[in-house]
Structure formats: structure tokens, C-alpha cells
């Protein structure tokens, strides 16, 4: 799987994907978008600000949040190459402005509380025993990961059992094919609750509820469906 990222850049959203139930035919509709946007403001109200495709050094910075811990800044500084490499007499001065940098940063994630990530996934064959296609980038053991500052993050699904199925009426199931390559890629747009997190060394987890997520070929663009994880 493959994260979009910025350079130590964040963009802040209370903007988030909504939809009511899977829509096989991931039609934008005007009525359909009303919805999501409602159903996006109540996650933002419940659960904070959401960052949008944030970089690693961001995740890094909401890890530390989360888990109410002080982040090693004095180590940060001295491994920035902008502070390893710099004359001698310039070293102190690198050192404050670098310092001020990753605190600004670290104070940005405050009150988040959701994450809005594009991923790269794959779609599995249609089960008509089941009546459902899997997407396993979703499945419970599935997880985006973050390298940055040292540090190595992941992000994982609590309700990746639940989130992977996408229900669909076999009739659909044809057409629904025919929108994705015959490797099955698609691009996720998925909003995501931050549960918890879970420290490690080196790292450690930040786990996630998927609440929605848009799915699109990913050659092609094509709108595949949106699914909100447990409802019909």
C-alpha cells in the first residue's frame, strides 16, 4: 500500500468523504453528496480535525500527541542534516530554527481525531456464495506505514474484519468488474476515527475505525463505489 505524502506539510480538513451505504455505481449524485457532507461534519464534531494525506513527520508528531508523550526534539535537532552538516559557527543558530520548526509542527496536531488517507488497494473477485467482493487493503492485518524522524509508524484497522466486505447484488457484480484492471487495483479514499494507540519500540500503532471509503480505478478514475462499513 502507498501513502500520498507532502513535505512536512499538513493539510487540516473538517471536509470529509460521506456517503450513506454502498453505492455500486459510485454515482455523485447531488442528493448522495448533501448526505456525505452531513455525515462528515458529524465525524468531525465527534471526533476532532481530520488530517488530510498528512507526510510521515506529521504522523510521527499525531503518534506523540496520542500517546501523551514528549517527543525527543533534542535528538530530532541534532540528526537534521541541516544542523549535522553546517558550519561550526552557524550550528547554534541552525539548532533554534530547527527546533522551532518541529515544535510548530508538533503543536499543529492537536485536537485531531480522524484521518483521511489515499491508498492503494486491490479488489478480489466476486464471491457469489457471499455476495460480496473483499478489499484487503482494509483486512484486520493490513496497516499504512510511516518512516520518519526515526521512527517507524503504522496505522491499522480495528474494524478491518467488517471493513474489507462491500456487499453487492449480483446483478452489479459484473459491471462492478468491469470498472477495475484485471490486476483488481483501485485507489481508497478512506475517512478514518482514531481509536487508540498502541507504543512500540522504535514506533508504534496509531489503530483507526474505518468509518467510510470511495473506491476508483486506479488507472482509470473511475468511480467503483462508496461503502460505509456495516450498513447494507
Same mark, same amino acid.
Do not use: H
Given at each position: 500500500?502507498?501513502?500520498?505524502?507532502?513535505?512536512?506539510?499538513?493539510?487540516?480538513?473538517?471536509?470529509?468523504?460521506?456517503?450513506?451505504?454502498?453505492?455500486?455505481?459510485?454515482?455523485?449524485?447531488?442528493?448522495?453528496?448533501?448526505?456525505?457532507?452531513?455525515?462528515?461534519?458529524?465525524?468531525?464534531?465527534? #471526533?476532532? *480535525? &481530520? !488530517?488530510?494525506?498528512?507526510?510521515?513527520? /506529521?504522523?510521527?508528531? %499525531?503518534?506523540?500527541? =496520542?500517546?501523551?508523550?514528549?517527543?525527543?526534539?533534542?535528538?530530532?535537532?541534532?540528526?537534521?542534516?541541516?544542523?549535522?552538516?553546517?558550519?561550526?559557527?552557524?550550528?547554534?543558530?541552525?539548532?533554534?530554527?530547527?527546533?522551532?520548526?518541529?515544535?510548530?509542527?508538533?503543536?499543529?496536531?492537536?485536537?485531531?481525531?480522524?484521518?483521511?488517507?489515499?491508498?492503494?488497494?486491490?479488489?478480489?473477485?466476486?464471491?457469489?456464495?457471499?455476495?460480496?467482493? #473483499?478489499? *484487503? &487493503? !482494509?483486512?484486520?492485518?493490513?496497516?499504512? /506505514?510511516?518512516?520518519? %524522524?526515526?521512527?517507524? =509508524?503504522?496505522?491499522?484497522?480495528?474494524?478491518?474484519?467488517?471493513?474489507?466486505?462491500?456487499?453487492?447484488?449480483?446483478?452489479?457484480?459484473?459491471?462492478?468488474?468491469?470498472?477495475?484492471?484485471?490486476?483488481?487495483?483501485?485507489?481508497?479514499?478512506?475517512?478514518?476515527?482514531?481509536?487508540?494507540?498502541?507504543?512500540?519500540?522504535?514506533?508504534?500503532?496509531?489503530?483507526?475505525?474505518?468509518?467510510?471509503?470511495?473506491?476508483?480505478?486506479?488507472?482509470?478514475?473511475?468511480?467503483?463505489?462508496?461503502?460505509?462499513?456495516?450498513?447494507?
Amino acid at each position: 500500500m502507498r501513502t500520498y505524502f507532502g513535505f512536512m506539510s499538513t493539510v487540516l480538513s473538517a471536509f470529509l468523504l460521506g456517503a450513506c451505504g454502498a453505492q455500486a455505481d459510485g454515482a455523485a449524485a447531488t442528493a448522495s453528496t448533501a448526505s456525505g457532507s452531513a455525515a462528515a461534519a458529524a465525524v468531525a464534531q465527534k #471526533t476532532g *480535525r &481530520a !488530517l488530510v494525506n498528512p507526510d510521515a513527520s /506529521t504522523m510521527v508528531f %499525531l503518534y506523540y500527541e =496520542l500517546a501523551k508523550m514528549t517527543p525527543p526534539f533534542d535528538n530530532w535537532v541534532e540528526d537534521d542534516n541541516r544542523v549535522k552538516f553546517a558550519p561550526a559557527p552557524e550550528k547554534a543558530a541552525k539548532r533554534v530554527a530547527v527546533r522551532e520548526e518541529l515544535q510548530s509542527a508538533a503543536a499543529s496536531v492537536k485536537g485531531v481525531g480522524a484521518l483521511r488517507l489515499t491508498v492503494d488497494a486491490n479488489l478480489s473477485d466476486y464471491d457469489p456464495t457471499y455476495g460480496e467482493f #473483499t478489499v *484487503r &487493503a !482494509l483486512a484486520p492485518s493490513s496497516v499504512v /506505514t510511516f518512516n520518519a %524522524l526515526g521512527q517507524k =509508524l503504522s496505522v491499522s484497522f480495528a474494524n478491518g474484519r467488517t471493513a474489507q466486505i462491500w456487499r453487492v447484488p449480483a446483478a452489479q457484480a459484473q459491471a462492478i468488474r468491469d470498472k477495475v484492471s484485471t490486476s483488481g487495483s483501485i485507489e481508497l479514499d478512506v475517512l478514518l476515527a482514531i481509536d487508540s494507540v498502541l507504543p512500540g519500540p522504535g514506533g508504534g500503532s496509531i489503530v483507526t475505525n474505518v468509518i467510510e471509503y470511495e473506491m476508483r480505478g486506479a488507472r482509470n478514475g473511475l468511480a467503483i463505489g462508496r461503502v460505509k462499513p456495516g450498513q447494507p
